[in-house]
């Protein structure tokens, strides 16, 4: 038994330890200097060295036997020494510049009481109980599965009858800063306080939703499609569908975006500010800029106006995120909106010095707007950021090959505002740069019809 044991492999005792093989990556050498550590780290790593100097105990040579003793003492000081430096000097590397604190409502709120969402063929609002909020699917179209593909809907019922407003965001399925306002809204409304019916769609496009994309699953674009075909293609028939068995129902319309994938946005409003009553709604956002656009053929926005549903498209930033400062303009523009209709009375009515807080601080008004696009494919560089004042003759953008030569560049065809840019560096033949705002002129009249060149 004795030689078997003393013949098995280090490996086969799993009670011994191994010895390590080589040193740790992070220790840190007497005679590394401190000028490369952070200094906190320096100064306690030095105070430590003293310590431990006046520490060590001394050889004498008068004393053989205890040599090997102190030699040993000596050794593990130096190796607790290490350790220590390694550590502090990893310390210092990981030290955060600010300490984390969690959301006041962490943990309060758990919605567990919340009923499940119940299933619809088309939504008819007064088919849902009043003074409640109720979330419900309603069936669209047949998927690969032969499944319902289903649209969420949240219905918020008040005390009495009143206008339907309406709140749609993600009809591009990576246009995301709409989701977090509709749910801020939602919690933020008393339906014992509320006058008529807010519906909010959270998610338009589900498709594209769940696969991080603008477009649907055939590879179109809803916000091009607008009223849809009954016997179409597939987002065709999906457009149609969202319109007869939801919008139908609206007096109002609220559609969130944000920019496409590789551009970002200011946070603008498109609206018909030959319409009075579109154009209440879109100054109630208060946002940066207010581009006046009748509507685009193909657009929810179009669609809805042409059955009589006022309607205003807001652009809140970025796509595939969430952005709380634009979320949050756009949250408070909503419930001034219902505020105005005399549908909800504001708990926080904002005085015009909170306004740089809550807004920005000046909306302006473009009489039309429109892409600037290039002309040639490499790495383009895109100087003026969003909101930003342009004069006409400004350089805007170069693109250089991949070799870091110029081969063209961009000038501003007229003075305006950047509403939107490219934020995608490569760039081919017919890629968007910036999206220019012509702004109103004092006495300038808008024009009936205003379209952009998407």
Request: net charge neutral; aromatic share 8%.
């Amino acid at each position: 038994a004795g030689l078997a044991t003393a013949g098995a492999k280090e490996e086969d005792v799993p009670s011994r330890r191994r010895e390590p093989r080589r040193k740790g990556s992070l220790v840190v050498y007497d005679d590394q200097p401190f000028w490369n550590l952070p200094q906190n780290v320096a100064q306690r790593m030095a105070a430590q060295e003293a310590s431990a100097s006046a520490s060590a105990i001394p050889v004498s040579s008068d004393n053989i036997g205890g040599e090997l003793t102190t030699t040993l003492k000596m050794e593990e000081s130096q190796n607790k020494r290490e350790r220590r430096n390694s550590l502090a000097m990893l310390r210092g590397q990981l030290e955060a510049t600010q300490i984390y604190e969690p959301p006041t409502f962490a943990l309060l709120n758990q919605d567990t009481d919340v009923p499940p969402p119940v299933v619809r063929d088309r939504l008819v609002v007064e088919d849902f109980p009043k003074h409640t909020i109720s979330t419900a699917w309603i069936k669209m179209v047949k998927q690969g599965l032969s499944e319902w593909l289903r649209l969420p809907v949240i219905v918020c019922r008040g005390t009495e009858d009143g206008p339907v407003v309406g709140i749609t965001a993600a009809v591009h399925g990576n246009e995301l800063n709409g989701v977090p306002c509709i749910h801020r809204v939602i919690s933020e409304i008393d339906v014992n306080k509320l006058h008529g019916t807010v519906v909010a769609v959270p998610c338009v496009n589900v498709s594209g939703y769940l696969k991080f994309t603008r477009e649907f699953a055939d590879g179109r674009d809803l916000n091009r499609l607008f009223p849809g075909r009954e016997d179409g293609f597939a987002s065709q028939v999906y457009c149609y569908q969202l319109m007869n068995k939801v919008i139908s129902q609206f007096n109002y319309l609220i559609d969130l975006h944000t920019a496409s994938f590789g551009r970002v946005n200011s946070y603008y409003v498109r609206a018909d500010m030959n319409d009075p009553i579109s154009a209440i709604m879109a100054r109630l956002q208060t946002p940066q800029v207010v581009l006046h656009n009748s509507g685009q053929d193909g657009t929810l926005r179009s669609a809805a106006s042409a059955r009589g549903i006022r309607a205003i498209t807001v652009e809140i930033g970025n796509p595939q995120l969430f952005q709380n400062q634009y979320v949050q303009w756009s949250y408070i523009g909503v419930m001034r909106i219902l505020d105005h209709l005399d549908m909800y009375t504001l708990t926080y009515q904002p005085t015009a010095e909170d306004m740089a807080a809550l807004g920005p601080p000046n909306t302006i008004l473009c009489s039309k707007g429109f892409w600037i696009y290039t002309k040639t494919g490499g790495v383009l560089e895109v100087y003026p950021g969003v909101n930003t004042i342009i004069k006409k003759g400004d350089l805007i953008a170069r693109i250089k090959n991949i070799f870091g030569n110029v081969v063209d560049e961009y000038y501003a065809p007229c003075s305006g505002i950047v509403i939107g840019r490219s934020s995608n560096p490569v760039a081919m033949s017919g890629d968007r740069i910036v999206h220019l705002g012509v702004i109103k002129k004092k006495n300038e009249s808008l024009p009936k019809e205003a379209k952009e060149n998407y």
